[in-house]
Nanobody
Framework: QVQLVESGGGLVQPGGSLRLSCAAS????????IVWFRQAPGKGREGVGC????????YYTDSVKGRFSISRDSAKNMAYLQMNNLKAEDTAIYFC?????????????????????WGQGIQVTVSS
């Protein structure tokens, strides 16, 4: 089966940390850009950040810069979103996505097209 599955979400207190995992099956993530999106209650989908397939480039939206980081583990065929110093406004459903299109062709962190892959999303709630 070709799929991405997120894990590691849940409830954390403000200031806490959480690492989301994105496990890939049926594809090799080394050949994909990794993009994380989130959707907060009542809001549209927002790009959190991304890394290019060669890990030569990365981007994070201003609201998470310095707090979030994206990485991949080729041996495990997994990607990660490390979230530190979490804030209440980080509460959202987080989606892992993979895009085989080079970022020389499309803008960084673009929404994957028909060739892209999406996880089902996982809830992150930051609350005291």
């Amino acid at each position: 089966q070709v799929q991405l599955v997120e894990s590691g979400g849940g409830l954390v207190q403000p200031g806490g940390s959480l690492r989301l995992s994105c496990a890939a099956s049926g594809v090799t993530l080394d050949y994909y850009n990794i993009v994380w999106f989130r959707q907060a209650p009542g809001k549209g989908r927002e790009g959190v950040g991304c890394i290019s397939k060669s890990d030569e480039s990365s981007y994070y939206t201003d609201s998470v810069k310095g707090r979030f980081s994206i990485s991949r583990d080729s041996a495990k065929n997994m990607a990660y979103l490390q979230m530190n110093n979490l804030k209440a406004e980080d509460t959202a459903i987080y989606f892992c996505a993979a895009d085989p299109r080079a970022y020389t062709i499309v803008a960084m962190c673009s929404i994957p097209g028909d060739t892209g892959l999406w996880g089902q999303g996982i809830q992150v709630t930051v609350s005291s």
